[in-house]
């Protein structure tokens, strides 16, 4: 049975500083893996999608990894911004046409 | 284009009652999706349908049924509404999965169900 685990729970920086969010799966026979954004009380914002032939995607800010292999992802956010604060989902795409998602790390970026 | 749109907005129920959430698809995806995110409790996969048929089911009761229409639009019934059954509701849509292959989901705002 897949899980998907995302450390730090909880994280708060000051405003300017790189992270990194991480996520890690059990089953590493996964298609694709795909990052969210959730403001509170708001559906989801797509971020970046990785496909499973792929290592890497970027997009402004954010650069996205996948390691198969050993079953981690991790979400790069440079030079944060107090708009960043959000819940950040980790999800994976297996073969039974769901996403399982990790419970998600909340960001918190202070001005 | 249109996303994925979900409504209502919110819905107020009182334990017992059934409760009915309608999702359209972008146009063009065959396949919906529906999530329950219930405080505390992460986001879980509740159902899958694509062409007209329910194709997977998550673990939850009975009392959680849907459907897909010919125009691909769903309905989310839930019946003998519990308490526990409060939560954001989430509606996702794609192309048809093909035999070896995914397709992104696309999500829709949600339906916030609240149980009295």
């Known amino acids: 049975k897949q899980e998907v685990t995302q450390i730090p729970a909880a994280l708060s920086v000051p405003e300017g500083e790189n992270l990194v969010l991480n996520c890690s799966f059990t089953d590493s026979a996964i298609y694709n893996l795909q990052w969210f954004r959730q403001d509170p009380g708001k559906g989801l914002t797509s971020l970046l999608l990785?496909?499973?032939?792929?290592r890497e995607q970027t997009s402004g800010r954010l650069n996205a990894s996948l390691d198969k292999s050993s079953g981690r992802s991790t979400l790069y956010i440079a030079a944060s911004q107090p708009g960043d604060s959000a819940t950040y989902l980790c999800a994976v795409y297996g073969n039974t046409g769901k996403l399982i998602f990790g419970q998600g790390t909340t960001l918190q970026v202070k001005p | 284009e249109a996303g994925v749109t979900q409504s209502p907005t919110h819905l107020i129920k009182t334990r017992g009652q059934q409760a009915t959430l309608r999702c359209s698809p972008i146009s063009g995806h065959t396949s919906v999706y529906w999530y329950q995110q219930a405080l505390g409790l992460g986001l879980q996969f509740l159902l899958w349908?694509?062409?007209?048929?329910?194709?997977n089911r998550g673990n939850f009761p009975p009392r959680f049924s849907g459907r897909q229409f010919p125009n691909y639009s769903s309905e989310l019934n839930v019946n003998a509404l519990e308490l526990e059954d409060s939560a954001l509701y989430l509606c996702?849509?794609?192309?048809?999965?093909?035999?070896?292959?995914?397709?992104?989901?696309?999500f829709g705002p949600g339906t916030r169900l609240t149980v009295l």
């Open positions: 349908y694509d062409e007209g048929e329910e194709r």
């Open positions: 996702a849509s794609s192309l048809s999965r093909g035999a070896l292959s995914y397709n992104e989901q696309f």
């Open positions: 990785i496909q499973s032939s792929q």
